[in-house]
T-cell receptor, first 118, second 118 residues
């Protein structure tokens, strides 16, 4: 069982829709991540939040908008997506800057949200 | 910067045979090393990690990996595989950044699909 929960598991949306992906963790972690994974490819980092502040944006298009309302929650708002944005979106967390795990890169992943853009 | 090379994109084996999934990395700084496993339509699960100490690390389900600093490798092995080991395996590395970033940023290899045949 994963301790990082993502909803919804599946999402189909049109190019004009606005939707959101949600992620929640209750491990007390202070860093949270969004990754995008295309079929048969490794995950690609999109965003990193550390202590609820955006610390890394890997040049992601503005049609993806992350939000971290508190240390347990991470959202990814989607608007005007393209079909090529269809992918598995993975949320992950790590202990954060205060723990040793923060310096190791050990991430805890959710099951992912599979997005299809029509 | 770090990079990870997984030398085999696909490895087919028969049940109860031994297997080795190869991983080489390059980095200009100290690294931590990980193997993640991804079962079909699921997120990534940590299989094992090397942080420090003994260069041979083991997982609870019979996998082991050995950190070889001189060869910059972290190959994954299992002496006898099961059908249930069929999955994609990602080698990943995290390094300390010169800027002092204290949270890990994982660099993934391209993945190796392990298929275990009866």
């Amino acid at each position: 069982d994963t301790e990082v929960t993502q909803t919804p598991k599946h999402l189909v949306m049109g190019m004009t829709n606005k939707k959101s992906l949600k992620c929640e963790q209750h491990m007390g972690h202070r860093a949270m991540y969004w990754y995008k994974q295309k079929a048969k490819k490794p995950p690609e980092l999109m965003f990193v939040y550390s202590y609820e502040k955006l610390s890394i944006n890997e040049s992601v298009p503005s049609r993806f908008s992350p939000e971290c309302p508190n240390s347990s929650l991470l959202n990814l708002h989607l608007h005007a997506l393209q079909p090529e944005d269809s992918a598995l979106y993975l949320c992950a967390s790590s202990q954060g800057v205060s723990g040793r795990a923060a310096n190791t890169g050990e991430l805890f992943f959710g099951e992912g949200s599979r997005l299809t853009v029509l | 910067a770090q990079s990870v090379t997984q030398l085999d994109s696909q490895v087919p084996v028969f049940e109860e045979a031994p297997v080795e999934l190869r991983c080489n990395y390059s980095s200009s700084v100290s690294v931590y090393l990980f193997w993640y496993v991804q079962y079909p339509n699921q997120g990534l699960q940590l299989l094992l990690k090397y942080l420090s100490g003994s260069t041979l690390v083991e997982s609870i389900n019979g996998f082991e990996a050995e950190f070889n600093k001189s060869q910059t490798s972290f190959h994954l092995r299992k002496p006898s595989v099961h059908i249930s080991d069929t999955a994609e395996y990602f080698c990943a590395v995290s390094g300390r950044h010169a800027g002092g970033t204290s949270y890990g940023k994982l660099t993934f290899g391209q993945g190796t699909i392990l298929t275990v045949h009866p």
